[in-house]
């Protein structure tokens, strides 16, 4: 499937909130956390919106593949670590700096593809979020802003492949 129906694919999804119980937590604590340090308190609704989208489109890539993925009994003897949130975070931050830097192999669809969708997700958030003030933010805050939105969606894509490699997901 090309980049655009991923892209597209990933954002219908991302309005059923397919996020697993941990996930869900790391989200909350993104947009607690990054509402109480910006400077508008919107921002971290922003940075969870961007994190639920990137999940999505690692949801849409494993659906692709034949993977039916589901969040493992937190209780099973047969897990370990899988109710760590700090481990969860550790971990999909690791795997979001080898997704950026086109390393580490997280990727199930080809690394270009995936990119190029994350790419799409990037700019329509970006657009989304700051469409009514264009004219206020310069060239540099458009692009902090840009790279903000990417940090919060490839992590979130991220975060998937961290349940996967601790076993919350299986």
Same mark, same amino acid.
């Not at 869900?24 to 400077?39: F, I, K, L, M, N």
């Not at 659906?63 to 550790?90: C, I, M, W």
């Not at 989304?128 to 969606?153: C, G, I, M, P």
């Given at each position: 499937? @090309?980049?655009? =129906? #991923?892209?597209?694919?990933?954002?219908?999804?991302?309005?059923? +909130? @397919? #996020?697993?119980?941990?996930?869900?937590? %790391?989200?909350?604590?993104?947009? *607690?956390?990054?509402? &109480?340090?910006?400077?508008?308190?919107?921002?971290?609704? /922003?940075?969870?919106?961007?994190?639920?989208?990137? %999940?999505?489109?690692?949801?849409?890539?494993?659906?692709?593949?034949?993977?039916?993925?589901?969040?493992?009994?937190?209780?099973?003897? #047969?897990?370990? !670590?899988?109710?760590?949130? *700090?481990? #969860?975070?550790?971990?999909?931050?690791?795997?979001?700096? *080898?997704?950026?830097?086109?390393? !580490? !192999?997280?990727?199930?669809?080809?690394?270009?593809?995936?990119?190029?969708?994350? *790419?799409?997700?990037?700019?329509?958030?970006?657009?989304?979020?700051? +469409?009514? /003030?264009?004219?206020?933010?310069? =060239?540099?805050?458009?692009?902090?802003?840009?790279? %903000?939105?990417? /940090?919060?969606?490839?992590?979130? %894509?991220?975060?998937?492949?961290?349940?996967?490699?601790? !076993?919350?997901? &299986?």
């Amino acid at each position: 499937m @090309p980049p655009e =129906e #991923l892209a597209k694919r990933a954002r219908a999804l991302a309005q059923a +909130h @397919p #996020l697993t119980p941990l996930a869900r937590r %790391y989200q909350q604590r993104t947009v *607690d956390s990054e509402g &109480a340090s910006q400077p508008l308190a919107e921002i971290g609704i /922003w940075a969870g919106a961007a994190l639920l989208v990137g %999940y999505c489109l690692r949801r849409v890539e494993e659906s692709e593949a034949g993977l039916a993925l589901e969040a493992v009994d937190r209780d099973s003897p #047969l897990v370990e !670590g899988v109710d760590d949130l *700090d481990d #969860l975070v550790e971990r999909a931050t690791a795997i979001a700096a *080898d997704v950026r830097a086109g390393t !580490g !192999g997280h990727v199930i669809g080809g690394d270009e593809r995936v990119i190029k969708a994350l *790419d799409l997700i990037v700019a329509s958030e970006v657009d989304k979020r700051l +469409h009514n /003030w264009r004219e206020s933010f310069d =060239e540099a805050a458009w692009a902090e802003f840009e790279q %903000y939105v990417t /940090w919060w969606v490839v992590q979130g %894509y991220a975060v998937r492949v961290a349940e996967m490699v601790t !076993g919350a997901v &299986a």
